[in-house]
């Protein structure tokens, strides 16, 4: 598995993963159908308005999973998105995927990244944890879905240090 920064050759791989993901109606709150064209589209204008992209690539190349970090309305504070697809889930490609964002914020003028998971998505809890994010609260009942029921969400976030603090890191020891 390797990581590089997504460019906008990656849309329409980037985005038959998403649609790929969504086709398993668990992990994401895409809903199939996925119209490609579409989501391609969306991811090109996404890394035109400065967001990060990564991808996930397997041994042979072909993009398995993706992480974006999403402007918010808010100032120094960014959303993060990722999906893997089944086969290549377990394999340290989520990690990679996080060293490769958590580097990236390192170093940009933010104080924040947050993320919305579903309570039942363990594997993506226990990941996020690792990584000093913590939950702040619950979105309760918040998404209806296209079959009329209604899923809530956790709301997790990591404080991130102003370039060079160390000191309020998680993980830091201090």
């Not at 969306?42 to 041994?59: F, G």
């Not at 996020?128 to 709301?155: A, C, M, P, Q, W």
């Amino acid at each position: 598995m390797r990581v590089r920064r997504a460019t906008a050759d990656d849309a329409e791989a980037v985005a038959g993963v998403i649609r790929e993901v969504a086709e398993e109606r668990r992990w994401i709150a895409t809903e199939p159908p996925v119209d490609l064209a579409e989501r391609a589209e969306r991811i090109r204008a996404m890394l035109e308005n400065d967001d990060a992209l990564w991808a996930l690539e397997d041994d042979g190349g072909a993009v398995v999973g993706n992480l974006a970090l999403h402007q918010t309305p808010i100032r120094g504070v960014v959303s993060l998105g990722m999906c893997i697809l089944a086969g290549a889930r377990g394999r340290g490609g989520g990690r990679a995927l996080m060293d490769a964002a958590l580097l990236y914020l390192e170093a940009a003028d933010l104080h924040k990244v947050e993320l919305e998971v579903w309570p039942d998505n363990g594997p993506a809890i226990s990941l996020y944890t690792r990584y000093g994010f913590e939950v702040e609260g619950l979105r309760r009942n918040h998404y209806r879905r296209k079959d009329g029921s209604l899923r809530s969400s956790l709301i997790m976030a990591r404080l991130l240090a102003p370039s060079g603090d160390a000191q309020s890191r998680p993980g830091s020891g201090t």
